[in-house]
């Protein structure tokens, strides 16, 4: 165990609870004949003492994460296309209902939501540092600026658009952990009785599940409601609102306002309640989720080297970035995995960052199907398990390993 970190948040002292090690940047997806060295960092996660916030104990430089070429597109999910629709939507129909409202997306990677916004003729900007996606969104007829928002952007946001009704980021603001900047921002672009909504992989879902792939270098905070409570407080807001969603294997959606702006939903203080009754930011909630982490290393490392002995094919599918954290703290590379689908062209042809799996298209999948398939997108296992029913017919068998290892 290492030294105390200092918490991005509110600078008390951060407890780490587990160390993945040495891990190459999940999104970090190589040229087979790159001769560049890879580049690590020591993936650890701890609690503050003080506030409660899980983060990481180290932080990569925004620059070498979310660049020209960083690879995640929104639209590669129809179930998250159509959740992005839905967010347009219920924006339209209830903040955006002004004489000439304003919406500002952070992180609008691919225009996945800003789309139906700019369809509708509302006005919004798109802040997205990520130069390719920022790309696609442009060329969807979404407006787009492609810098990393912070206080400074919002103030050239103001001068040129004025305030918005809702700022709003998708599995985004957990990217960032320069919160008070953040903050000092949205105070200054949001309208007075305008709304700051963000969604993020909850802890509660990661803890049941043991969901520990969603730890990686670019989800740097581990959000509750407790600790999201006490950030909004300390620079001014307030959570007003709290929504489970489904998405990415469970997050939940964040409603914050000015501090007295709305009255906040009883939701709150019943989420609040069950996060006190479960223990869930206490130091023993965590080691225990710790030492699921274990357990399912040894349990997957143990059925793929089975596997491999007994000559099976296993195919990955789903070059997540979540699948970085497994196949590099556990080991496995491409002796027990030959290769991982998926549908992003800019993964494809390229390897998985540390362990070198190969990327292919889905095509690959069925050419001919391994004996078994290792879901590395369970969080999108309804919609893959549906358009690869022919693989479980013609007698595939699907690995899961969260919230256990298990044979499907
Ligand atoms: N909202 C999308 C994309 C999530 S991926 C979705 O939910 O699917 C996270 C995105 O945040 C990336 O596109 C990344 O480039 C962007 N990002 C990271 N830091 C940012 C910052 N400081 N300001 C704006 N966007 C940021
Ligand atoms: P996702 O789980 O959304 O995120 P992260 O990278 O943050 O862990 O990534 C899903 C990946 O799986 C993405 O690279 C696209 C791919 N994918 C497929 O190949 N086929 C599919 O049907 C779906 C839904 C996703
Ligand atoms: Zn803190």
Known sequence: MSHPGV????????REFFDFGRQPLSDAFREPDDPRAEFFYRLAVGRCETCTMVQLLEEVPRERMFHQDYPYLSSGSTVMRAHFEGVAERFLSTELTGPDPFIVEVGCNDGVMLESIAKAGVRHLGVEPSGGTADLAAAKGVQVRKVFFEEATALDILRDHGRADVIYMA????????????FRGVSALLTDGGVFVFEDPYLGDIVERVSFDQIYDEHFYYFTALSVRRMAHRFGFELVDVEPLPTHGGEIRYTLTRAGARTPSPAVDRLLERERETGLAEPETLLRLAAGVERIRDELTGLLRGLREQGKRVVGYGAT????????????????????????????????PGAHLPVRPPE???APYPDYALLFAWNHADEIMAKERAFREAGGKWILYVPEVRVL
């Open 364 to 366: 690959a999948f069925a």
């Open 321 to 352: 970035a979540k699948s970085a954290t497994v196949t590099n703290y556990c080991g496995i590379g491409p002796d027990l995995v030959e290769f991982v689908c998926d549908t992003s062209p800019t993964k494809q042809g390229r390897l998985t």
């Open 171 to 182: 599995n985004t603001f957990c990217h960032i952990p320069y919160v008070e900047s953040v």
């Open 7 to 14: 918490c991005r948040m509110c600078a008390g002292s951060v």
